[in-house]
């Protein structure tokens, strides 16, 4: 239990270091600093909550996420020669991936780990 927290700790000072360092957007060092504190903490805050969710959904929403940015990628293709705004773009693939995410979660429950379990063994 210490070593994880150790862990998240040098995760969390990593990020704010970093954030120190590269000052994104032109922001002030602190302030950029406190912006990866903040986005740390929310980072092992979402791993905190995947830790409780089962292998079954964790496996549908990996395939959906990946399905997702596949369709998005697909998308995005067909828009580019459309509309060259970088923001559409994006937030197709915020979209589908969100999407895929979301459903592939919630279909995870339907699957049937033993089936693929029991056909592996010679």
């Given at each position: 239990m210490l070593d994880l927290i150790l862990v998240r700790g040098?995760?969390?000072?990593?990020l704010a270091v970093?954030?120190?360092?590269l000052h994104p957007y032109n922001s002030q060092p602190w302030a950029a600093a406190a912006g990866g504190v903040l986005f740390g903490l929310c980072?092992?805050?979402f791993e905190m909550r995947l830790e409780r969710v089962s292998l079954k959904?964790?496996?549908g929403a990996a395939c959906g996420s990946v399905l997702g940015i596949v369709g998005a990628f697909l998308m995005t293709l067909v828009l580019?020669?459309?509309t060259p705004e970088p923001f559409l773009q994006l937030g197709v693939l915020l979209?589908?991936?969100y999407i895929g995410l979301i459903v592939g979660a919630k279909k995870g429950d339907m699957l049937?780990?033993?089936a693929y379990i029991s056909s592996r063994q010679p």
């Open positions: 040098i995760f969390i000072l990593v970093s954030a120190y360092t980072i092992i805050l959904r964790l496996i580019s020669k459309a979209l589908m991936t049937n780990l033993a």
